[in-house]
């Protein structure tokens, strides 16, 4: 169930700078080693097997740049992060001429220096794991491996387990894994939603019925408590069940065992039970609506499903198995791919709706690029707003890197529209997530038809008469 997890080798000669940096990558799931200089980098990749390099510029002894000649004249193709306090073009340029694989200047923000570890990481062959694991669950995110652990453990078991996660977080794949690597496993799998069932009818889908029980009820037919003997039965969305229908399932925990609706006799029953929600249960206890005894009976073994913006690390592999499943349903899709900007923007969005919404972005994408290279301008325009300002507010970016996520030569319109509605028409605001000045900005808003009047710098709220069109992709 685990993986094996990547080895980095931090080199900087800044002790506070390296043992944050190295405590840092450790919480985020990966094996850390450390160097003080380059003598010591040298003598530690001789001795052991590293998948990241983290490495200074300017430290005494062997510097930065020598190390990489160094590594390259070796054959060692270990990726490379440069990083220095010391940053120019000049030497990012040198550091990528000679191999560097990426360069950052300090201070980093920590959310970059993890974005760009994982995606270094995922360059590399893993050749003692697999990005997916037995249960069919992607990712490496340290807080992938900890539910997954978590699952593992659980899995062999008979023990109720509830799934807790936003929507979106992929709680039904999860209870599918529990199931597939329990003892259960060549018993069926039986979902049921219990939010999108009118109260009579999830009743009866639940426990059975015996003919004559209701208008309708032609014949007996079992419910899906005994369908799923030996098998494993999935309750989602279980926050949104009746009180009344709380209590009979708490039997059905208790005693194993239903009574089918318009009948009095029980039928024993043999299936373990997944139940997951988005909901707070426990917020439902306190105010009347979800009973404590079922809470506990469910909640035997809680696992919790992080959102992906908790495990970005995770989403070029997500972008990965998306694609993939795109290029699989249709012909001529075999050159579908996505550009690593624009993977980056994926990375840098916070993905309310979590991995449904980003599967469903994709596939949106994917239309839009003609089933070939996704890139930024193929992103919905708010996606590329948002994930731009993140990505250009953290430090070492350039504000370049918010005007080139929003805009481009196809869609710089489209982008412009999508910033003034944004900011409600304010244009500071709106030049500020564009990365471009006032001015600049204004002289768009007149070429594109979009503005009636110049800005007036007296104007508190530093707003222009901008004429914003309703438009559907606005």
């Known amino acids: 169930m685990t993986t094996s997890r990547a080895r980095l080798l931090v080199v900087d000669?800044?002790?506070?700078?390296?043992?944050?940096?190295?405590?840092?990558?450790?919480?985020?799931?990966?094996?850390v080693e450390t160097a003080n200089d380059g003598h010591h980098a040298v003598d530690a990749l001789r001795a052991d097997r590293f998948?990241?390099?983290?490495?200074?510029?300017?430290?005494?002894?062997i510097d930065g740049l020598a190390l990489i000649e160094a590594l390259r004249l070796w054959g060692n193709g270990i990726p490379i992060l440069m990083i220095s306090g010391f940053g120019t073009v000049d030497a990012a340029v040198r550091a990528m001429h000679l191999g560097a694989d990426d360069f950052l200047t300090k201070p980093v923000d920590p959310d970059v220096l993890a974005e760009r570890v994982a995606d270094l990481i995922e360059r590399r062959p893993w050749p003692d794991s697999t990005a997916v694991n037995p249960a069919g669950i992607v990712g490496r995110a340290a807080a992938t491996q900890l539910f997954l652990r978590a699952l593992g453990k659980v899995a062999p078991t008979d023990t109720t387990v509830l799934i807790t996660g936003e929507t979106g977080t992929g709680k039904e794949l999860a209870a599918r894994a529990v199931h597939d690597?329990?003892?259960?496993?060549?018993?069926?799998?039986?979902?049921?939603?219990?939010?999108?069932?009118?109260?009579?009818v999830l009743e009866s889908e639940l426990f059975g019925h015996v003919r004559g029980a209701f208008t309708g009820a032609?014949?007996?037919?079992?419910?899906?408590?005994?369908?799923?003997?030996?098998?494993?039965?999935?309750?989602?969305?279980?926050?949104?069940?009746?009180?009344?229908?709380?209590?009979?399932?708490?039997?059905?925990?208790?005693?194993?065992?239903?009574?089918?609706?318009?009948?009095?006799?029980?039928?024993k029953v043999n299936a373990r039970v997944v139940a997951a929600t988005h909901r707070d249960l426990h917020a439902l206890v306190a105010a009347g609506e979800f009973r404590e005894d079922l809470l506990y009976r469910l909640a035997v073994f809680p696992v919790h499903l992080p959102p992906l913006r908790?495990?970005?690390?995770?989403?070029?592999?997500?972008?990965?198995?998306?694609?993939?499943?795109?290029?699989a349903r249709g012909p001529n899709r075999h050159d579908l791919a996505c550009s690593p900007f624009a993977v980056r923007l994926l990375r840098a969005f916070d993905w309310p709706g979590n991995v449904r919404q980003l599967f469903a972005v994709l596939e949106t994408s994917a239309i839009h690029a003609d089933f070939a290279r996704i890139e930024a301008q193929h992103l919905p325009p708010e996606l590329r707003v948002a994930a731009g300002r993140r990505?250009?507010?953290?430090?070492?970016?350039?504000?370049?890197?918010?005007?080139?996520?929003?805009?481009?030569l196809h869609n710089e319109r489209e982008a412009i529209v999508a910033a003034m509605a944004e900011t409600d028409g304010a244009l500071a605001r709106?030049?500020?997530?564009?990365?471009?000045?006032?001015t600049t900005l204004w002289r768009k808003l007149k070429a594109l038809g979009l503005t009636s009047a110049p800005p007036t710098e007296g104007d508190p709220a530093r707003r222009s008469n901008v004429i914003i069109e309703q438009r559907g992709d606005a």
């Open 13 to 31: 000669d800044d002790r506070v700078f390296r043992l944050s940096t190295a405590a840092l990558l450790r919480d985020e799931g990966y094996d």
């Open 51 to 61: 998948d990241l390099l983290l490495l200074d510029l300017r430290m005494p002894g």
């Open 181 to 200: 690597l329990s003892t259960r496993r060549s018993g069926p799998f039986v979902a049921v939603n219990c939010a999108a069932l009118a109260e009579g």
């Open 218 to 267: 032609v014949r007996d037919r079992p419910g899906l408590f005994e369908t799923a003997n030996d098998g494993t039965v999935f309750l989602d969305e279980i926050g949104e069940v009746s009180l009344s229908l709380q209590k009979r399932l708490l039997r059905v925990l208790q005693e194993r065992e239903v009574t089918r609706v318009g009948d009095t006799k029980p039928v």
């Open 310 to 327: 908790e495990r970005r690390a995770d989403i070029p592999l997500l972008v990965s198995r998306a694609l993939d499943d795109l290029r």
């Open 391 to 408: 990505l250009s507010n953290a430090p070492g970016e350039t504000t370049e890197i918010r005007y080139r996520a929003t805009s481009d």
């Open 430 to 438: 709106a030049a500020d997530l564009l990365g471009m000045s006032r």
